[in-house]
């Protein structure tokens, strides 16, 4: 839930948003009076937008109500589920979009002071669609009204999506005004990570039956989704890179084992000797199978990459390793000093041995 004060910018551009945005305002500066609306009649032709004003609504319409009874139907699309009197007496047999502005109203005279009331102002658009006056009439709780647009259509509404912004209380819009030239939004970069996040957590592992573009075409549309609008590029690249990550060399960010892990004999007497001229050598563990040389591999290169990292004061780097199966994955990432590689059974070759 948006809550905010009217906004001071000059519309410049209307927007379609992809989802419904709710607003709690204060009171603005343009009254209903002030729309470029008329009363509709069942003569007037066929319209593609209407109003439909409701004056002096007995209902409490509290920051939860609009939340829990509004906000969420319109987010699903469901403006059936709305609650009288902010549904349509019938609803039209094609698609639109239907923005909901609810205002503070006193009581009428003779009525109960202590009661809420509110003014409800419902603009339907009917996606290039038109339908008769007649028909829109039926469809209306309150009074049903026409907008004049005169001759410049694209301008009045944008001055329309601008009024009624103006108008404050409470909103549900399907429209906003923009400066037309405004700088583009960005995703913070907290937003970001977490996509990223949800992308390599929730994301497909393989892509033999279309899965990548399946599952992003999918997430990038789904209201609340953490890559929704996100590029569908973007968003399969990054599945692709997380793919060649598996079948190629992978990194390891966490390992719980330390060199209190292993065997005092093991550590003293052998891992001692090696480590002076580790950045020199490599080492070969050759032995039984299921006898800790994986653990000790992994152990090693762990601390070294901790050490390089501490010693050159990378506060930017989090200790890692590279480990794959055969010695070819590991070009799919260069390897530093700072992240080491560890092959984890490694399918030694003849031509590993041989030069000329």
Same mark, same amino acid.
């Given at each position: 839930?948006?809550?905010?004060?009217?906004?001071?910018?000059?519309?410049?551009?209307?927007?379609?948003?992809?989802?419904?945005?709710?607003?709690?305002?204060?009171?603005?500066?343009?009254? $209903?009076?002030?729309?470029?609306?008329?009363?509709?009649?069942?003569?007037?032709?066929? *319209?593609?937008?209407?109003?439909?004003?409701?004056? =002096?609504?007995?209902?409490?319409?509290?920051?939860?109500?609009?939340?829990?009874?509004?906000?969420?139907?319109?987010?699903?699309?469901?403006?059936?589920?709305?609650?009288?009197?902010?549904?349509?007496?019938?609803?039209?047999?094609?698609?639109?979009?239907?923005? *909901?502005?609810?205002?503070?109203?006193?009581?009428?005279?003779?009525?109960?002071?202590?009661?809420?009331?509110?003014?409800?102002?419902?603009?339907?658009?009917? =996606?290039?669609?038109?339908?008769?006056?007649?028909?829109?009439?039926? &469809?209306? @709780?309150?009074?049903?009204?026409?907008?004049?647009?005169?001759?410049?259509?694209?301008?009045?509404?944008?001055?329309?999506?601008?009024?009624?912004?103006?108008?404050?209380? &409470?909103?549900?819009?399907?429209? $906003?005004?923009?400066?037309?030239?405004?700088?583009? $939004?960005?995703?913070?970069?907290?937003?970001?990570?977490?996509?990223?996040?949800?992308?390599?957590?929730?994301?497909?592992?393989?892509?033999?039956?279309?899965?990548?573009?399946?599952?992003?075409?999918?997430?990038?549309?789904?209201?609340?989704?953490? *890559?929704?609008?996100?590029?569908?590029?973007?968003?399969?690249?990054?599945?692709?890179? @997380? &793919?060649?990550?598996?079948?190629?060399?992978?990194?390891?960010?966490? %390992?719980?084992?330390?060199?209190?892990?292993?065997?005092?004999?093991?550590?003293?007497?052998?891992?001692?000797? &090696?480590?002076?001229?580790?950045?020199? =050598?490599?080492?070969? %563990?050759?032995?039984?199978?299921?006898?800790?040389?994986?653990?000790?591999?992994?152990?090693?290169?762990?601390?070294?990459?901790?050490?390089?990292?501490?010693?050159?004061?990378?506060?930017?780097?989090?200790?890692?390793?590279?480990?794959?199966? =055969?010695?070819?994955?590991?070009?799919?990432?260069?390897?530093?000093?700072?992240?080491?590689?560890?092959?984890?059974?490694? *399918?030694?070759?003849?031509?590993?041995?041989?030069?000329?």
């Amino acid at each position: 839930m948006v809550k905010e004060k009217p906004s001071k910018k000059r519309a410049c551009a209307g927007q379609l948003c992809s989802r419904p945005l709710p607003y709690i305002r204060d009171a603005g500066d343009v009254n $209903v009076g002030d729309l470029p609306a008329r009363f509709l009649d069942s003569i007037s032709g066929k *319209i593609e937008q209407f109003c439909d004003a409701i004056q =002096h609504a007995k209902v409490d319409v509290t920051p939860d109500f609009l939340e829990s009874k509004l906000v969420k139907e319109c987010m699903t699309c469901n403006s059936k589920g709305l609650p009288e009197p902010f549904r349509l007496r019938q609803e039209p047999k094609m698609s639109y979009t239907m923005q *909901i502005i609810i205002l503070p109203a006193t009581p009428p005279a003779g009525e109960d002071p202590n009661s809420k009331y509110v003014h409800i102002l419902k603009h339907v658009y009917l =996606h290039r669609n038109k339908i008769n006056a007649s028909e829109a009439i039926k &469809m209306c @709780h309150g009074i049903p009204m026409r907008f004049e647009w005169g001759t410049h259509t694209r301008q009045a509404l944008i001055g329309l999506t601008y009024m009624l912004d103006k108008l404050g209380g &409470m909103q549900i819009r399907n429209w $906003v005004t923009q400066p037309k030239f405004g700088k583009r $939004v960005t995703v913070d970069q907290s937003a970001r990570d977490a996509g990223y996040r949800f992308i390599k957590d929730h994301g497909p592992k393989t892509n033999n039956a279309n899965q990548f573009m399946e599952w992003t075409d999918n997430q990038i549309h789904t209201a609340g989704s953490p *890559i929704e609008n996100w590029s569908e590029a973007k968003v399969i690249t990054a599945l692709q890179n @997380h &793919m060649r990550g598996r079948q190629n060399a992978k990194t390891l960010e966490y %390992w719980p084992f330390t060199f209190k892990s292993l065997v005092p004999w093991l550590f003293d007497d052998i891992l001692v000797p &090696m480590l002076g001229s580790i950045r020199q =050598h490599s080492i070969t %563990w050759i032995g039984k199978t299921r006898t800790g040389k994986s653990l000790g591999s992994k152990v090693v290169a762990f601390c070294q990459s901790k050490y390089e990292i501490d010693a050159a004061q990378r506060e930017d780097l989090n200790p890692s390793i590279v480990t794959a199966k =055969h010695l070819d994955f590991f070009k799919a990432e260069p390897l530093t000093k700072y992240k080491p590689a560890t092959g984890d059974p490694t *399918i030694v070759t003849k031509e590993i041995f041989w030069s000329e």
